[in-house]
């Protein structure tokens, strides 16, 4: 791990929950070529990541990870792209590029770390935050409900759906090793304590629970996905790889790239 | 000799105005075909005016030689600009026509369109076809050669076009007569064709586009080409932003759009400046502001162009005024970009996007290396005075990019002297590609001396180098608008006595830019109806003005 992570200094809040997701990412990417791997991330704590980690990386724009990783492997096919993305970038600002990356299956990972709360801009809701949530900018409390972000990816046409818990960095390393192997849209939500302002850590490590059975039909993961509806705080909340499916990618589909004569093209003009 | 033809949309009268194109051009004549159609998908106008000479040129006419009409509509709309002598050639199923509107010395010939079709149990559609062959025997073309076109241009249904063709042909009378000329053929390209061979002889792989009326051709075009790969995405921001990744992992990348596309791209356009991404991007404006008039054409997004994306950030920006300018500077553009690591912004028009011309392929374009650097485990993206060489991912160097400001490994920064030092790296960057812009002999042109100089940009080239063929001026063209050929500009118009400019918009984008670099315009010659120039327009305006 030494390796991969660089010596810049770290200003995640001690306690912070991209802690884990790091250490998760770290070891996931020391089993793989890291000469390889792309790491295309958004804007938000988590996007740091760039910074900290020595492997190949695209520090994009506020919510265009997921559109310019979908480039990254459009580029390069022998590339593995992982997109790291907050809450903030996939479910809001970049929504558009998450649907429809999975719909289309480009061959990317994405990982959602999901703290419920853009915390870089000191505290405001965000698309998962439940309601009644007290942001500085819902000083009394937020009227929206929050989405359910794995039944959204298994109605997109997510060909890999999965949970984890930044709190289980083991079962995090696993789960981006099986995201990035899969041929195909791989999502990766992960719970993510934000410990300056959505402090979540106890009520994860009482409700969290690792499914015994996972690669649920299309039905059954559904069903699994509605156990929490990101509102209730009493719900127990399943992790693991809910929906896996064979389909063939984006890139495998559209034309690739190659020598074009183009004095034929403008004899066909005349 | 100037042709119309026109209908309704759905009618095929833009595939007959090609088809029409096409048969002078086996003749060895140059061709201009300006096309004018609504935001409709069947019903409303369309036209097709073509104009045919023995010299190259991109202008129209007031005046008109043929009308070809397909409906009442086309009659009464165009029936004003027939010459004296001029024929109307039109389908006799057409009904209740005024007989007031017809000028004067008019020739109307009418014909059986619809029992051509019939008689060769062709479908309606094929009375374009018709119209055609009708007016290839009127004009004098010869049958032999009318066949080889019509064969080769219609690959579909095609001998029951022939045969419709044949009647068409048959059944009229030979009025005029044309000389077949010994010149080989030309390459008819649209502007939206020349940008993307220009882009693809200095090594273009990947296009990505949403769907925008006037850029869509480029789309429609390269998707039909094996070995580019072509991508439309949900929308323009994710054009850019997924263009700018591929551009990273190594591939020559090309997006497409018209003004509120290209509005939606301006975060990414910063960021390419920012992270030093190369991008070539086709900006192809029509009417705005906002959905505007979104067929019709203006030179209105200059201002934006110079100014897109936040901070102070570093691009190149160039205006072909036709479809040669357009393949030479595309390419060039391409290969600047990658030398440069900017985005390169090649700004066209609604006319010179989807009007066709005779092209001539008289330069050399090919693709020129970028600035590769040193595959090693220290490598830093950011290092040097000013370009850095370049690695992409994949290999033995880590590469790392940011939007945000960065140290030379790419990694965020808020330390004062780096931030100063980076900003300092790209400016210096842009003064070296200033002073090759500068050199470059198609930065600006100057036509013709004169003592009045009309100074202008982009697909208005047709209709001022024409309209000045026998008045007493100079005439200026300025290609690149960013970096501004300053130098060569100044010189150029050095002791003139009055400078006019002449612009599709409705403020004076050009001469706005060059009060900036300290040239005072005199006259402002603007045209802002969505209609490109018109030759006797433009003289009659710039008799006044100068």
Redesign the interface.
């Given at each position: 791990m030494t390796n991969i992570t660089?010596p810049?200094k770290n200003t995640w809040c001690p306690g912070c929950g991209n802690f884990g997701i790091q250490g998760a990412l770290a070891g996931a990417v020391s089993e793989m070529d890291k000469?390889?791997v792309?790491l295309?991330s958004g804007i938000g704590c988590h996007g740091?990541m760039?910074?900290y980690l020595?492997?190949?990386?695209?520090?994009?724009?506020h919510g265009?990870a997921i559109?310019?990783?979908?480039?990254?492997?459009?580029?390069?096919e022998?590339?593995d792209v992982i997109c790291s993305v907050g809450d903030g970038d996939a479910y809001s600002e970049g929504i558009?590029?998450l649907?429809?990356g999975a719909r289309r299956n480009s061959n990317i990972t994405v990982i959602v770390h999901d703290n419920h709360v853009f915390s870089l801009t000191v505290k405001q809701r965000t698309a998962t935050s439940p309601k009644g949530f007290a942001g500085s900018t819902t000083p009394k409390g937020s009227v929206e409900d929050p989405i359910n972000p794995l039944e959204l990816m298994l109605n997109a046409g997510a060909s890999f759906v999965a949970r984890s818990y930044s709190g289980n960095p083991k079962h995090l390393t696993r789960l981006i090793k099986e995201g990035v192997s899969h041929q195909g849209f791989s999502f990766i939500e992960v719970l993510q304590p934000c410990i300056a302002w959505y402090n979540t850590y106890e009520s994860y490590n009482e409700r969290v629970y690792e499914m015994e059975n996972e690669f649920l039909s299309m039905e059954e993961a559904l069903k699994k996905a509605k156990e929490w509806d990101y509102n209730n705080d009493q719900a127990q909340i399943p992790l693991g790889i809910f929906y896996k499916e064979e389909r063939e990618t984006l890139e495998k589909q559209?034309?690739?790239?190659?020598?074009?004569d183009?004095g034929s093209?403008?004899e066909k003009?005349? | 000799m100037q042709i119309i033809v026109a209908g309704a949309a759905g009618q095929g009268s833009k595939k007959a105005g090609l088809l029409i194109g096409?048969l002078f051009?086996?003749y060895g004549y140059k061709i201009f075909i300006h096309e004018d159609y609504e935001s409709v998908i069947k019903g409303g106008h369309n036209f097709s005016q073509i104009s045919v000479s023995k010299e190259e040129g991109s202008a129209i006419s007031e005046r008109v030689d043929y009308l070809l009409a397909l409906n009442k509509e086309a009659i009464e709309k165009h029936i004003p600009k027939l010459k004296k002598g001029g024929v109307l050639l039109y389908d006799d199923q057409i009904e209740g026509l005024e007989e007031s509107i017809f000028p004067k010395g008019v020739d109307k010939e009418s014909a059986p369109l619809k029992s051509f079709v019939e008689k060769a149990e062709g479908i309606d559609l094929m009375k374009n076809t018709a119209l055609v062959a009708a007016f290839a025997k009127m004009a004098g073309l010869e049958w032999e050669e009318v066949k080889k076109v019509l064969e080769r241009e219609l690959p579909v249904k095609t001998e029951k076009n022939l045969e419709v063709a044949g009647l068409a042909f048959e059944g009229m009378e030979k009025r005029g007569e044309v000389e077949k000329l010994s010149e080989e053929?030309?390459?008819?390209?649209s502007g939206n064709?020349a940008v993307a061979?220009g882009a693809?002889?200095a090594g273009l792989?990947?296009y990505?586009a949403y769907p925008m009326t006037p850029s869509t051709g480029v789309l429609r075009f390269l998707s039909g080409?094996?070995?580019?790969?072509?991508?439309q995405?949900?929308?323009e921001?994710?054009v850019i932003?997924?263009?700018?990744?591929?551009?990273?992992?190594?591939?020559r990348?090309m997006i497409g759009t018209s003004g509120g596309g290209f509005a939606l791209m301006t975060?990414?356009i910063s960021?390419s400046a920012q992270?030093e991404i190369p991008l070539l991007i086709t900006l192809s404006q029509r009417m705005g502001p906002a959905t505007g008039v979104p067929t019709y054409t203006a030179q209105a997004d200059l201002s934006f162009a110079l100014s897109s994306g936040h901070g102070d950030m570093v691009r190149l920006i160039a205006a072909p005024g036709d479809t040669k300018e357009a393949y030479l500077l595309s390419g060039k553009c391409m290969n600047m970009a990658w030398k440069y690591q900017l985005p390169a912004i090649l700004l066209l028009d609604k006319e010179l996007a989807e009007n066709t011309y005779s092209t001539k392929?008289d330069f050399h374009i090919e693709k020129e290396e970028a600035v590769i650097g040193e595959e090693s485990e220290d490598y830093l993206r950011y290092e040097g005075e000013d370009i850095s060489p370049v690695c992409?991912?994949?290999?033995?160097a880590?590469?790392?990019?940011?939007?945000?400001e960065h140290d030379k490994k790419?990694?965020?920064t808020e330390n004062a002297e780096e931030i100063k030092e980076m900003h300092e790296k790209r400016l210096r960057k842009y003064e070296k590609l200033k002073n090759e812009v500068e050199s470059l002999s198609e930065a600006v042109k100057v036509h013709k001396e004169g003592e009045t100089t009309v100074v202008f940009w982009g697909s208005s080239k047709g209709a001022v180098l024409e309209a000045t063929k026998e008045m007493d001026v100079g005439v200026l063209q300025i290609l690149f608008m960013q970096p501004l050929p300053e130098e060569r500009i100044k010189e150029a118009l050095k002791g003139k006595e009055k400078i006019i400019c002449v612009e599709t918009n409705a403020t004076g984008q050009l001469a706005n830019l060059l009060s900036c670099a300290g040239v005072k315009v005199s006259e402002k010659v603007l045209k802002y109806d969505g209609r490109p120039f018109t030759v006797e327009e433009l003289k009659r305006r710039l008799e006044v003005s100068k």
């Open positions: 660089l810049t000469r390889k792309v295309v740091k760039a910074d020595n492997i190949n990386s695209f520090y994009s724009l265009r559109a310019a990783g979908a480039g990254v492997k459009l580029g390069n022998e590339l558009a590029h649907l429809h559209i034309g690739g790239s190659s020598f074009v183009v093209i403008l003009t005349k | 096409k051009n086996h053929p030309s390459y008819l390209l064709q061979l693809l002889q792989e990947n990505y080409i094996d070995g580019v790969r072509t991508f995405p949900e929308s921001i994710a932003n997924s263009a700018l990744g591929s551009a990273y992992a190594g591939k990348t975060e990414g960021f992270a392929r992409f991912p994949g290999g033995e880590t590469v790392k990019v940011s939007g945000y790419g990694i965020a």
